[in-house]
């Protein structure tokens, strides 16, 4: 079992900045691969950004420019630096980690809620 802990969320102004943390803990595999999702009300659950433990990153073309991803490998832990950010990001953000060959190991955080509004 895998258990993800998210941290760093709440409420900010347009075009202010936010740092989620996500750690996780327990059997813990490589490879895998840490990324941050979010969810708007009604809308799909979408990747915001993702890291595998070789460094590999990956953003939405949305945030590339304005959110930085990384992780310390050695505390399994995750980091989601947001920088400028709008209003229509408002969501709850998720940790995910994804482990094995082709990812067969999956398991998601509880979310934290980002809100930017002023």
């Known amino acids: 079992q895998v258990q993800l802990v998210e941290s760093g969320g709440g409420l900010v102004q347009p075009g202010g900045s936010l740092r989620l943390s996500c750690a996780a803990s327990?059997?813990?595999?490589?490879?895998?691969?840490m990324g941050w999702y979010r969810q708007a009300p009604g809308d799909r659950r979408e990747l915001v950004a993702r890291?595998?433990?070789?460094?590999?990153?990956n953003y939405a073309d949305s945030v590339k420019g304005r959110f930085t991803i990384s992780r310390v490998n050695a505390k399994n832990t995750v980091y989601l630096q947001m920088n400028s950010l709008k209003p229509e990001e408002t969501a709850v953000y998720y940790c995910?980690?994804?482990?094995?060959?082709?990812?067969?190991?999956?398991?998601w955080g509880q979310g934290t809620q980002v809100t930017v509004s002023s």
């Open positions: 995910n980690i994804k482990m094995g060959w082709g990812w067969p190991y999956d398991y």
């Open positions: 327990g059997s813990i595999l490589s490879p895998n691969v």
């Open positions: 890291i595998t433990d070789g460094g590999v990153i």
